[in-house]
């Protein structure tokens, strides 16, 4: 049962456009995170936030920013989309077994720049 | 990189018969992981595998993991048509982030 919320679930725009995906989780967990999946299906993390601190940043480039109001929302918003932005956005949460870390992944946001 | 193959890979097999995933990696972990991505949906965790543990079983699934060998194997007994997805593995230490191979493609048919 699906517990991370992605929205929109597909996003179509234009070259130099700005786009904002927000992603919601109910697990009561306290990371989150932005992967980007290409056409490959190669997963690639973006940003993770704890607690509302940024954590990682995989030196996307700047025109991505994470904004987070709660641990329970972490959003996405791309400044002037690139073609090379067209991918699968995926949101996560997480939470740790034993040390080890478990994701839970919300269903994605799929971003086509014309 | 993390992994030996980032590439997709694909497979292709009738419902009914067994299937061997692997993935291979390059550096220490105590942890893999198996997660499965069917069409339209985020990667769900299917299986977890530790560095003390040479097999691991939930339902049809069979996981290895060779840490001389740095590799691990996923496998799916029986397989049905609702088995069609993408399989990636994924390792971390402990404290560490969680980072995907490339995964495999399985289309089961019916």
């Known amino acids: 049962e699906t517990a991370v919320f992605q929205t929109p679930n597909y996003h179509v725009t234009q070259v130099g456009n700005e786009v904002s995906f927000n992603c919601k989780q109910t697990l009561g967990h306290d990371t989150m995170y932005w992967y980007k999946q290409d056409s490959k299906k190669l997963l690639k993390i973006m940003f993770s936030?704890?607690?509302?601190?940024?954590?990682v940043n995989e030196t996307v480039p700047r025109r991505f920013s994470p904004q987070s109001s709660d641990k329970a929302h972490l959003n996405l918003r791309i400044k002037s989309v690139e073609p090379e932005d067209s991918a699968v956005y995926l949101c996560a949460s997480s939470t740790r077994d034993r040390g080890n870390e478990r994701l839970f992944f919300g269903h994605g946001t799929k971003l086509s720049v014309l | 990189s993390q992994w030996g193959e980032e590439n997709l890979q694909a497979l292709s097999i009738q419902e009914g018969e067994d299937v061997t995933m692997n993935c291979s990696y390059k550096t220490y972990t105590t942890v893999v992981q198996w997660y499965r991505q069917k069409s339209g949906k985020g990667p769900a965790q299917l299986i977890l595998?530790?560095?003390?543990?040479r097999e691991k079983r939930s339902g049809r699934l069979r996981a290895t993991l060779d840490t001389s060998s740095q590799s691990s194997s996923l496998s799916i007994t029986g397989t049905l048509a609702t088995d069609t997805a993408v399989y990636f593995c994924a390792t971390n230490n402990a404290g560490a982030k969680l980072t995907f191979g490339g995964g495999t493609r399985l289309t089961v048919r019916p």
């Open positions: 595998i530790r560095s003390n543990e």
């Open positions: 936030y704890n607690n509302k601190q940024l954590i």
